[in-house]
């Protein structure tokens, strides 16, 4: 090797290892000393609901969650969204209707800032289309309804066993 690769090659480790020391987290920087999924103000009657048995002829069913803020402050719920396209969510509370909405396309999922009140319950109602997927959807499904809060994100989950 001539000088001036070695050079390069020097140049390059000292570059590489100057990133990965001033990228490494810094343990004293932390300044949080409670996890945000301990101060969530939204609770569900129930996370998860199983249909049991449906079948793909009769259409689609429906389950609603009841959600309250068992917070001292108002609760924004910013975003909602589904895990598949089979799947949608509407958000009731106030006596106004947000949706309904669905999997995230290739893009974003959008802004509702859907405000609950202390001590307010809400309802979401999902509904699941088991036809959807077409005749290769049958047999066990779970599906997610993802309420994205400042707090964090609250999921309700569904569950079936899809006939035809």
């Given at each position: 090797m001539n000088k001036t690769t070695v050079i390069g090659i020097t140049i390059a480790i000292a570059v590489l290892g100057g990133i990965i020391w001033t990228a490494r987290p810094n343990p004293g920087n932390n300044t949080a000393s409670v996890p945000l999924s301990s101060i969530k103000a939204l609770k569900a009657e129930e996370t998860n609901?199983?249909?049991?048995?449906?079948?793909?002829?009769?259409?689609?069913?429906k389950h609603v969650?009841?959600?309250?803020?068992?917070?001292?402050?108002p609760v924004t719920v910013e975003k909602m969204y589904t895990s598949c396209m089979c799947t949608e969510a509407l958000l009731m509370t106030n006596g106004k209707q947000f949706g309904p909405y669905g999997m995230p396309g290739h893009g974003f999922a959008p802004k509702i800032n859907a405000t609950?009140?202390?001590?307010?319950?809400?309802?979401?109602?999902?509904?699941?289309?088991?036809?959807?997927?077409?005749p290769a959807g049958v047999g066990p499904i779970e599906r997610a309804v993802y309420l994205e809060t400042p707090t964090g994100t609250e999921e309700l989950r569904i569950k079936a066993v899809v006939k035809p």
């Open positions: 609901f199983d249909f049991g048995q449906i079948s793909m002829a009769a259409g689609k069913v969650f009841k959600i309250e803020n068992t917070g001292g402050g609950i009140n202390p001590g307010e319950e809400a309802t979401v109602e999902v509904i699941f289309d088991p036809a959807a997927h077409g």
